[in-house]
Nanobody
Framework: QVQLVESGGGLVQAGGSLRLSCAAR??????????MGWFRQTPGKDREFVAG????????TYADSVKGRFTISRDNAKNTVYLQMNSLKPEDTAVYCC???????????????WGQGTQVTVSS
């Protein structure tokens, strides 16, 4: 199992940037062996896949809506996954959750466990 805690969310103006972090605490199999990802949720909408990264960091995947603006990365020595978000838009407003990806390439349905999330609000 893995416990995940997200941080770094907040209120930002359109065009601004935020960097989200996801600290993992894993028992048994090491965090460094997990594919990881981010998804986002807004009330009344389906979960939306945002980005994924393989266990080594050698492969990444992004939703079309964030491609070119967001970058996922990881530091296995720190058991942490990051999401750098640039050129933010009001439609990026959501709760962002990181999770363990159980199938690759990932979709919004392929998360086996996830954290409580961090709120990102982008004002126009």
């Amino acid at each position: 199992q893995v416990q995940l805690v997200e941080s770094g969310g907040g209120l930002v103006q359109a065009g601004g940037s935020l960097r989200l972090s996801c600290a993992a605490r894993a028992s048994g199999r090491a965090f460094s062996g997990f594919n990881m990802g981010w998804f986002r949720q807004t009330p009344g909408k389906d979960r939306e896949f945002v980005a994924g990264i393989t266990w080594s960091g050698g492969s990444t995947t992004y939703a079309d809506s964030v491609k070119g603006r967001f970058t996922i990365s990881r530091d296995n020595a720190k058991n942490t996954v990051y999401l750098q978000m640039n050129s933010l838009k009001p439609e990026d407003t959501a709760v962002y959750c990181c999770g363990r990806v159980v199938r690759w390439p990932a979709t919004s349905r392929d998360f086996g466990s996830w954290g409580q999330g961090t709120q990102v609000t982008v004002s126009s």
